[in-house]
């Protein structure tokens, strides 16, 4: 029998030894184990108000603190709202959760943790009870109860019982400065009302003119699909354009009344969606770029229009792009196209540039799949990261993105929605089983306020029945909202009245000259009560900005 030498026993010892240390080095560290998931379910809310934004705020609060890249991923609330309701559906899951159906529920949707809890408003008492739940059971469930005086203490009850499950069950610790409670605002007068319900959640920033509200200027028997404010003709004074389905109408402000000053026809087949006001080719004139589809929902042919200095020509057409201009870091306006793509949320997204009154691709641009450049827009979202994009999904849900093209966040809650479409897969007999993508409406930044940070407007259209009329969208009503980031995600800070009907567009502009900027606002309404009669009248309204 060979016999192993003695320096050679003791290095083999040695790489033994070696071996278990970095195996169990790798196993402390986390690198050989596989990432956990947690899925969070929606808080039941206790109370005689309607706390259903709260509920979203906690599910978005939890989200954020329990997320981390490549060792903790939260589901997103649609997942768990269908995961949820078939459970419901199954029998699985009837009235609360408790700790034995929380982890028959978390089998089911093969996560590791289930989180759930309570919360309970009586008066100014205020109680979080929550469980975070080891669906495998060899973990001791982590319990969380806490109550408090003030509605304010939620964000700080939300960081203890998530800054006790990061330790706990996965040893890691958050840094909590960038959850701060923020100051309580003060309301707002006139139009513009202070969102009350999610005054946890925003600062106060900007006030309206208390006796005046808004302000209806124009009043039509058309659909007006899209709105853009600029000096066209550099006289001056701010026009307005207003798009019907094929033609344009560029108005300015006498008193308080629109008054036309051109009407512009188009094709017949054309059906207008977009509009945006910009001097791009820099020849001293803005130019119209003006998005539309032919009548079968299924093609392009957009265009530009300009002012010559004796009347508004068209400078380009037959383009099967979707514009839209975004202003740069500078302030100067950029134009941006997408691609037609097999849809409006497919296409690829370029920076253009004038050639001889020609716009061609510069250079693309990198956003997550999905997004669609009519609801773009390129700001400051959080202090600490710089510009980043943001947009509204096909699924009509806020996304911030990067610089590198990634998506850092996403809204549990819907936003934009208009009543403009595309038809997508096999033509029928009849256009309205086909499959229909709707389109959303423009994002902005734009400063205001006392501190004149730039804040996000964007529009909130609410369907009739909360979308239960299916594929066809119908709305009882509409808004713009102001938002601003609060360290944990895009809330509410300031919102018009509800407008009967739906919001198809805005645009900011000191349309009356008088050095105070309006919030210009398109509203669709029905001329008859019927759920399914058609759209038929628009105003143009405005609010005073302060």
């Not at 909590?176 to 003060?186: G, I, L, S, T, V």
């Not at 007068?189 to 509200?213: D, I, K, V």
């Not at 037609?340 to 004038?354: A, L, Q, S, V």
């Not at 033509?427 to 086909?434: E, I, L, P, S, V």
């Amino acid at each position: 029998m060979r016999k192993f030498t003695q320096p050679f026993f003791a290095f083999k010892t040695t790489i033994v030894v070696l071996t278990f240390f970095v195996v169990w080095a790798a196993a402390g560290t986390g690198l050989c184990s596989a990432t956990k998931t947690v899925a969070v379910i929606p808080f039941e809310m206790n109370s005689a108000q309607d706390l259903s934004f709260l509920q979203n705020g906690l599910f978005s609060m939890l989200s954020s603190r329990l997320s981390d890249a490549g060792k903790v991923d939260v589901l997103d609330r649609e997942t768990i709202d269908k995961a949820l309701a078939g459970a419901k559906a199954d029998g699985l899951v009837k009235g609360s959760l408790n700790e034995g159906t929380a982890r028959n529920l978390g089998a089911r949707m093969g996560v590791d943790y289930i989180l759930f809890g309570s919360l309970t408003h009586y008066g100014e008492s205020l109680s979080l009870d929550a469980a975070m739940v080891d669906v495998t059971g060899k973990k001791k469930t982590l319990a969380f109860f806490e109550q408090s005086n003030a509605m304010g203490d939620v964000i700080p009850l939300v960081n203890s019982f998530a800054g006790d499950i990061n330790m706990t069950v996965f040893n890691r610790n958050i840094d909590n400065k960038m959850y701060a409670r923020p100051q309580e605002p003060n309301p707002a007068l006139g139009g513009l009302q202070y969102a009350g319900n999610q005054g946890l959640y925003g600062g106060g920033m900007m006030a309206m003119q208390a006796s005046q509200g808004f302000t209806t200027h124009f009043k039509a028997k058309e659909v007006i699909r899209a709105m853009a404010t600029g000096d066209l003709n550099m006289d001056g004074r701010i026009q307005i354009v207003t798009a019907t389905d094929s033609s344009l109408q560029i108005s300015h402000l006498e008193g308080t009344l629109l008054a036309e000053e051109t009407h512009l026809d188009y094709a017949s087949y054309l059906r207008i969606i977009g509009l945006d006001v910009a001097d791009i080719n820099g020849n001293g004139y803005p130019e119209v770029f003006v998005t539309a589809m032919t009548i079968n929902r299924e093609t392009l042919s957009s265009f530009v229009v300009e002012y010559n200095g004796s009347s508004y020509t068209t400078v380009q057409d037959g383009l099967s792009y979707y514009f839209r201009v975004i202003d740069s870091l500078d302030g100067s306006p950029v134009l941006y196209a997408q691609e037609k793509g097999r849809g409006p949320y497919d296409g690829k997204i370029y920076i253009m540039t004038p050639v001889d009154d020609i716009y061609q691709e510069e250079k693309p641009i990198r956003v997550p799949r999905g997004t669609s450049v009519l609801s773009l827009d390129r700001g400051q979202v959080r202090e600490d990261s710089g510009v980043e994009f943001l947009s509204i999904n096909r699924h009509h849900r806020l996304v911030l993105i990067n610089d590198a093209g990634s998506m850092e966040w996403e809204s549990t809650e819907k936003y934009g929605k208009t009543n403009n479409y595309w038809l997508s897969g096999a033509r029928g007999a009849d256009n309205t089983f086909r499959d229909r993508a709707y389109f959303n409406p423009r994002i902005k930044f734009h400063p205001v306020g006392k501190d004149q940070k730039e804040k996000v407007f964007l529009i909130t259209n609410n369907e009739i029945g909360g979308g239960a009329l299916g594929r066809i969208k119908r709305f009882k009503e509409g808004r713009v909202e102001v938002m601003s980031w609060n360290g944990i995600a895009l809330a509410p800070v300031f919102q018009t009245v509800p407008l009967q009907g739906w919001v198809s567009d805005f645009d900011i502009a000191d349309i009356d000259n008088d050095g105070i900027e309006e919030l210009v606002i398109s509203v669709v309404t029905r001329s008859k009560v019927a759920i399914l009669a058609k759209d038929k009248t628009s105003n143009i309204i405005s609010y005073k900005l302060k």
